[in-house]
Nanobody, 127 residues
Framework: EVQLQASGGGLVQPGGSLRLSCTAS????????IGWLRQGPGKEREWVSA???????FYSDSLKGRFAVSRDNAKNTVYLQMNVLTPEDTALYYC?????????????????????WGQGTQVTVSS
């Protein structure tokens, strides 16, 4: 069973950038599709992005162009590069995993899809 650790959050000014990391332990990351989701204050959990076991990336339409997800299987880590951040991006960001063996689909936006979750890392965008 994989355990996920999200890190890299913090306080950033509007227009700034952050790179989040999701590091796996307990199992090889290359067996899993990885998603990034977020939950802002008073908001429902929202899917942000995903990268499948083959390295294909997927994005929420509202975030495409500002965020980029990538994976480094050798480091057992998935990254989320976030650029041109706005206060609306303030949220607790989670990484989550679903086995590539059991899920062969091409949509990753449903939070219920994911079996394993990290603890979240806080991103606050404020001047």
């Amino acid at each position: 069973e994989v355990q996920l650790q999200a890190s890299g959050g913090g306080l950033v000014q509007p227009g700034g950038s952050l790179r989040l990391s999701c590091t796996a332990s307990g199992s090889a990351l290359d067996r899993y599709h990885i998603g990034w989701l977020r939950q802002g204050p008073g908001k429902e959990r929202e899917w942000v992005s995903a990268v499948n076991v083959g390295g294909t990336t997927f994005y929420s339409d509202s975030l495409k162009g500002r965020f980029a997800v990538s994976r480094d299987n050798a480091k057992n880590t998935v990254y989320l590069q976030m650029n041109v951040l706005t206060p609306e991006d303030t949220a607790l960001y989670y990484c989550a995993a679903v086995s590539g063996e059991y899920y062969r689909g091409t949509t990753f936006s449903d939070p219920l899809l994911y079996d394993f979750w990290g603890q979240g890392t806080q991103v606050t965008v404020s001047s």
